[in-house]
């Protein structure tokens, strides 16, 4: 018996390897600020991270669980690790210019280490607990990230991202006693459970929709998104706006192919969300005068992308597929644009003439934000054509329709930023020597995800 | 030897290499334009000359790329698309010929252009959907930049509204592919397979065809979405003008025979005559709308919209009929038709061009008599207006007498109306060259010069094809004959 538990604990711990290694990656950058020892904090989240990621590839195609069934070791989860660790390398690498010097520099990359995690946990949750801590461990990181510059926009932008992630959190685990009172179980996988049980099993997914959504920056749960982005350094809105929300997305899918759904009409209601997560991101995108502040919008209008494949699931493998190749696509492409942003600036403005001074950065930029619109062989195509494909499967046509007339206005939305890219500038302005190392990084994997959309897709 | 692989995709090696040319002289980067698009050229001859078989496609050429969904790399011609090929393939090259002079920024200039040829091409040759949208969208692309980037004083609004504008028409398209992907059994991109065995019926064929039409009717374009095309075109550079015009107006027709016709036949038949009345309708506005014009870029736009309507009557025909051999008469014409108006038309937006960059007006009243000064111009341009107006021995004419043929014998009372058109365009080109070739000569522009060597050889080569396909049109028919006559199983 003991003997038993002894060999089942070491299986659980050898396929948490990966997210064992980046919590010690955080613990460690951590105690090297303590030290003083702030040199070290980006090579060792950078190494730390993509060891974890490493890690993960061994198991790709495991369709299991850990500790008694409460976190899932399966393609989604194992994806969102092959996915989001190496985002936060990047977002690690591009931290640098803006926190090198400050005081506390090595606490921001074991905050990023530590949320990753959360992220992780989220996208891997097998139970509700998982969920609650998932969403605690990412929030209280995100929380501090934004308010880490700590002057007056900062502070006040976290103050609010606070609140409001309290509030959603504090809902979420109400609504999630009544799932636990309806089944009688926590895990996920006894939502069937809940069959007949309209009541029980409407309150708690309401409260879950509300807290998955605020960390996914869905409308109409994103207000504190565009301040957040905003007020707090260009790298850390380009962290929030990917990994934390894909973690959550992740965790929404799993809920939708366990929830049944004669229970509740939960297709519906995200279906709906997703409609007006575009159409409200894309509107709103189109008058912003901060750059930040539109790719926070645009953010929340890609949301509403990720919700399609949401709607989709569980009815056919392609909505899974297209979950996956959308996020990794989202990845590269939000995180090249943002960091093509911090190096260039917030202000529509700056951007005028960019592209005819320095080429390379232009052109990276431009290829960033069409794919962000959908247009081949850019990476965000290859996620889009999946969606939507997935959504017409599911009988969902109505909601590929309002798809795809939102990437026609989205196109607007970028061109805001590529036309003044191309124009005449009206004065010579400095650049800052940035890393190309991210956008250029990001611009490889946002151009050649389309040749290798098989990998992404190749799952059980 | 993957020839039509090499051949598409040689322009993008020469775009690549430019863009590591950065800040070289513009000498430099129009010779590796050339010689790309001579190269590609090449290929497209060596296509050619392999031939086809009569039955569906051939020279096909694959690679996997994601199979689990069934998409793949799939390119292959039939008589429909060779031609094509060639055409596009030659005007590349004449527009980068007569592109020589432009020094702003030129190495990006040529290296944008050799993209739109690489996704021109690519969309002629694909045999797989997925692979077929890339390439349709990147033409998009490519033309934005040409426009926004080149074109004349209002250009940044033209090339926001050409980019808005069809990208909204090529969505329809995308759900159009999911749709053909969705119904099909066992699932796959592939357009062999589909146009094979067209895999739906009823309801979800008669929206696959609506959203089909929609993105072609925008392409093509056909009233009442043309009005894209005027802007496009005035604010274009004139090589941005000729490609738009001869080749990018041709995705669309061409589109509607590889998809409509050929992917949801049924359905086209059942609504083949409501988009034949919109083809009349769209080909005899084009010409009364040409007629009203005093620009000439203006009115060689609006003639397009002319030509293209007849295209889409007679495509529509092709699909109402029956008899095979009415078909193949009409789908003849038609794909003669695409490469005759490529042609004629690609050789008038150069001439209307070279008359802008020594007048700075294209207004026709500003100018008269011009064939005493620059007769060498003057003949040319109305060497290229007779053969645009229909007259015979020159191109338009057997591709509009197949056209019209094959519409007679399916709704006579629509071939009548569409002749109209024609009789109109014969009166708006006898004008303009009245107004701008005859009469007397004003001061300023008696010392106009007349063509340049890089001019000539930019629009003689389409002039003397125009002649020889009016002369013997069997050089392009018997090759489309191929594929007309089994278009349909």
């Known amino acids: 018996m003991n003997d038993t538990m002894t060999m089942d604990m070491s299986r659980d711990l050898g396929l948490l390897l990966p997210e064992i290694v980046v919590v010690l990656t955080g613990v460690a950058t951590l105690v090297a600020g303590m030290l003083r020892r702030h040199a070290v904090a980006m090579p060792t989240t950078v190494v730390g991270t993509l060891v974890a990621a490493a890690l993960a590839i061994p198991l790709l195609g495991k369709e299991t669980t850990v500790f008694m069934g409460t976190y899932r070791i399966d393609d989604l989860a194992v994806w969102a690790k092959l996915v989001l660790l190496p985002t936060t390398a990047l977002v690690a690498l591009m931290a640098v210019p803006e926190v090198r010097g400050t005081d506390r520099e090595a606490t921001v990359y074991s905050l990023f280490s530590l949320t990753t995690v959360g992220a992780l946990a989220l996208a891997g949750a097998g139970d509700t607990m998982f969920l609650v801590l998932g969403t605690v461990l990412a929030s209280l990181g995100s929380f501090t990230l934004v308010a880490y510059p700590r002057d007056e926009r900062a502070t006040e932008a976290a103050m609010k991202y606070f609140v409001y992630g309290s509030v959603t959190s504090a809902v979420m685990i109400f609504g999630l006693t009544f799932w636990f009172g309806g089944s009688g179980s926590t895990l996920l996988t006894d939502l069937g459970q809940l069959e007949g049980r309209t009541l029980a099993a409407t309150a708690g997914f309401v409260a879950v929709v509300v807290g998955l959504g605020y960390k996914a920056a869905a409308a109409p749960f994103h207000f504190w998104a565009p301040d957040a982005y905003d007020g707090g350094p260009v790298v850390t809105a380009a962290y929030l706006s990917i990994v934390p929300k894909i973690g959550a997305i992740f965790a929404l899918a799993v809920i939708g192919q366990q929830l049944p759904a004669g229970v509740v009409d939960w297709r519906t209601v995200i279906a709906v969300l997703a409609a007006i997560s575009m159409t409200y991101g894309n509107l709103t995108a189109l008058v912003q005068t901060s750059v930040v502040r539109l790719l926070a919008y645009s953010s929340i209008a890609q949301s509403g992308y990720f919700l399609v494949g949401v709607v989709a699931i569980a009815r056919d493998e392609l909505a899974m597929q297209s979950l996956v190749v959308f996020a990794a696509a989202y990845a590269a492409m939000n995180l090249g644009a943002f960091a093509v942003a911090g190096a260039v600036g917030r202000d529509l403005g700056a951007y005028r003439g960019v592209g005819r001074a320095r080429p390379g950065m232009g052109a990276a930029m431009a290829i960033f934000l069409f794919s962000l619109v959908g247009i081949p062989p850019m990476a965000g195509f290859f996620g889009k054509v999946l969606l939507f494909g997935a959504a017409i499967e599911a009988g969902y046509t109505w909601l590929a329709v309002i798809g795809i007339l939102n990437s026609v206005l989205s196109l607007a939305v970028y061109l805001r930023i590529i036309v003044p890219m191309y124009q005449q500038p009206e004065m010579e302005r400095p650049l800052g020597q940035r890393p190309w190392l991210v956008w250029g990084t990001a611009l490889v994997l946002t151009l050649t995800i389309g040749l290798g959309v098989e990998y992404l897709t190749s799952m059980t | ?428 080109y006898l004008r303009a060259i009245q107004a701008v070739f005859l009469g007397e000569v004003p001061e300023r522009w008696a010392r106009m010069h007349d063509m340049t060597r890089a001019d000539l050889w930019a629009v003689v080569p389409l002039l003397v094809l125009t002649v020889l396909i009016g002369v013997v049109p069997r050089l392009v028919l018997d090759l489309v004959r191929t594929a007309s006559e089994v278009i349909l199983p």
């Not at chain 2, 694959?62 to 199979?67: G, L, R, T, V």
């Not at chain 2, 698309?81 to 004449?94: E, G, H, K, R």
């Not at chain 2, 993105?215 to 941005?240: D, M, N, Q, S, Y």
Request: net charge neutral; hydrophobic share 60%.
């Open chain 2, 1 to 428: 030897m993957p020839l039509i692989t090499i051949t598409i995709f040689t322009p993008l090696v020469g775009a690549l290499i430019l863009l590591g040319m950065r800040g070289s002289a513009p000498r430099a980067a129009h010779t590796v334009g050339l010689a790309a698009s001579g190269v590609t050229l090449l290929g497209a001859l060596a296509i050619w000359i392999r031939g086809v078989d009569g039955a569906g496609f051939s020279q096909v050429e694959e690679a996997a790329w994601i199979p689990s969904l069934e998409v793949a790399y799939r390119v292959g011609v039939d008589g429909v698309s060779v031609p094509l090929v060639l055409m596009t393939a030659l005007l590349f090259i004449v527009s980068l010929v007569f592109s020589t002079h432009i020094t702003d920024r030129a190495p990006t200039y040529v290296a944008l252009f050799l993209l739109l040829e690489t996704a021109c091409l690519g969309v002629f040759v694909s045999l797989d959907l997925i692979l077929f949208y890339v390439f349709w969208e990147v033409t998009l692309v490519g033309m934005y930049f040409i426009i926004a980037g080149w074109g004349y004083e209002d250009r940044q609004r033209a090339a926001l509204v050409f980019f808005i504008y069809t990208l909204l028409g090529s969505l329809p398209l995308l759900l159009a592919i999911l749709a053909l992907y969705l119904g099909s059994d066992p699932r796959t991109f592939d357009m062999r397979e589909i146009i094979a065995a067209p895999p739906l019926t009823g309801v979800a064929a008669g929206l696959t065809l609506l959203a089909l039409l929609i993105a072609f009717a925008i392409k093509t374009p056909v009233f009442p979405v043309h009005t894209w095309l005027p802007a496009a075109h005035v604010e274009a550079p004139t090589t941005g003008s000729v490609v738009l015009a001869g080749v990018l107006l041709k995705l669309g027709t061409y589109g509607l025979i590889r998809f409509a016709l050929q992917m949801t036949p049924d359905a086209f038949r059942e609504a083949a005559l409501w988009v034949a009345i919109v083809g009349a309708f769209s080909a005899v506005y084009g010409a009364l709308v040409a007629l009203a014009q005093r620009d000439l870029k203006r009115l060689v736009a609006y003639t397009s919209v002319n030509h293209m309507g007849y295209i889409v009557v007679a495509v529509a025909a092709a699909a109402a009929t029956t008899d095979a051999a009415t078909r193949a008469t009409a789908i003849d014409g038609s794909v003669l038709q695409m490469v005759s108006h490529g042609i004629v038309t690609g050789a008038l937006f150069l001439l209307v061009g070279m008359l802008q960059n020594r007048a700075h007006t294209r207004d026709m009243d500003a100018f008269g008599g011009l064939l005493r000064t620059t007769p060498v111009m003057g003949w040319l341009f109305i060497l290229a207006a007779f053969a645009s107006l229909g007259l015979p021995g020159l191109a338009h004419f057997p591709a509009e007498f197949q056209m019209f043929l094959g519409t007679l014998d399916v709704w006579p009372v629509l071939a009548a109306i569409v002749i109209v058109g024609i009789a109109v365009t014969a009166g708006l």
